[in-house]
């Protein structure tokens, strides 16, 4: 079993950058095929935001993030990067990190294991 703990939220303006971090607590994430990021916002469904699996690291991303958002890895599979760029008022959500065996990256309902979330907050 793994526990993903998120970091790395917080305020920034319109045009920013913020890096979140996944990092594994109890297995690494090299047990499982990939690891998820999701946001989340009041009244809405969780939406896909990325993900990397295999030991490959394939990277997979939702089509109106690409280009500003990035995720990543370490060599040691412990620890999970979403680098965020030019950031806009709409990518102001609760991200969360999610690790399982999902038939469909896209699908949060098929991971297994989820952090607490992390708040991210993007002002005009």
């Known amino acids: 079993q793994v526990q993903p703990v998120e970091s790395g939220g917080g305020l920034v303006q319109a045009g920013g950058s913020l890096r979140l971090s996944c990092a594994a607590s109890?297995?690494?994430?090299?047990?499982?095929?990939?690891v998820g990021w999701f946001r989340q916002v009041p009244g809405k469904e969780r939406e896909f935001v990325a993900a990397?699996?295999?030991?490959?690291?394939?990277?997979y991303y939702a089509d109106s993030l690409k280009g500003r958002f990035t995720i990543s890895r370490d060599n040691a599979k412990t620890t999970v990067y979403l680098q965020m760029n030019s950031l806009k008022p709409e990518d102001t959500a609760v991200y969360y990190c999610?690790?399982?065996?999902?038939?469909?990256?896209?699908?949060?309902?098929?991971?297994?294991?989820w952090g607490q979330g992390t708040q991210v907050t993007v002002s005009s």
């Open positions: 999610a690790v399982g065996r999902p038939a469909s990256l896209l699908s949060a309902g098929q991971y297994d294991y």
């Open positions: 109890g297995r690494t994430f090299t047990y499982y095929f990939a």
């Open positions: 990397i699996r295999g030991s490959a690291g394939t990277t």
